[in-house]
């Protein structure tokens, strides 16, 4: 199934030939998660990231469907 | 109060509105002279002067956002700004020109050098001493009317909720995610809002949090967090904080004057790099 995934911030180092503000369009597996797609465009494995699935905010185990576009964002606590 | 509203209807001055229509002012010194002569708080002068429908001069530009009404209400509320450093200094200073009654701040930490790039508080001269004592310092200086309870200490959970009773708002000016969390439980145990907003880099994120709301959890989840973000290894540059603290503000003062739609359970998230704005459902 094909999904989107957009890298927003820091994160966008992952994928640094992407556009800005441009998705990665994905063809992934049925059942897919979140936190598989996150493997899939490089993010390490543990790295803080809050995930938003068609503009809501997500489990990284959130399991996706045909045409989601996923939202990478990292936290973002200074003050 | 109608000896009070009597002696400020003298003081007072005719000018004429945007519209054309007839609009009573009374200045500062008038506001000093009235509060002296009858013994009592400069805000209550103001409040009495508002009742009246005499606008406090320093408040003209509020007036056509605010209100009359609104005002009044923002002199009588009780606002708690939990951090009084990046973000926390220019909400201080926002709050006490918008004429925020009370205000209860909370801050343990001393200035460093490394702090003048980006807060309001911090001078060359002030550096090694409590933000507290800066941000008393200023809003004596921007607005008197408003009274301050200050707290120069670290707080945990319970103290936030012992520190931040009798508040109507609360704002989130912290500067590391476990402390957030505790702050958002202690605003929900006082049943109170809270309106978080928090910078990194170029980027920055508010959003107001009601106490039935999943606010920061919805975002991070309930597991273990780590203690900061990517402000980490991006730092936090002068402009961010000023645009973050600025939205703060904004929601602060729509839920005293119940005017507008706050970002409840939506996150604006800010990317001043690339400069785009989401708004995320949380």
Redesign the interface.
Known sequence: MLITVKLHATLRRYQPDLPRGAGLALNVGLGTAVNQVMAQVGIPAGAAVVAVVNGKARRLDHVLSEGDTVSLFPPVAGG | MAEIGARLQALARATTDSRGEELWLVSLSGVRQVASEMGVSLREVEIAALRERVMPARYLRNLGTVGWEGQIALLQSTVGVV?A????GWIIEGLARMGVGRLIIIDGETFEENNLNRQALCTERNLGQPKIEAALRRVAEVNAAVQIAAHQVRVDEAQMVQLLRGAGVLV??????PT?LALQRAAQKLSLPLVH?????????VMTILPDDPGLY????HGE???????V??G?PAAT?MMVAAWEIQEVVKLLIGRGEPLRRR?L?M?G??G?V?????
């Open positions: 951090g450093g990046g973000l926390g989130d000016a912290l500067d590391a995610l957030r907003g928090a910078i990194a880099g170029y980027v920055g994120q919805g975002l991070y989840g967090l780590p203690e900061h973000g990517i402000e290894q991006w936090n904080p996150l998230f990317d790099e690339i785009a989401d708004i995320l459902q949380v």
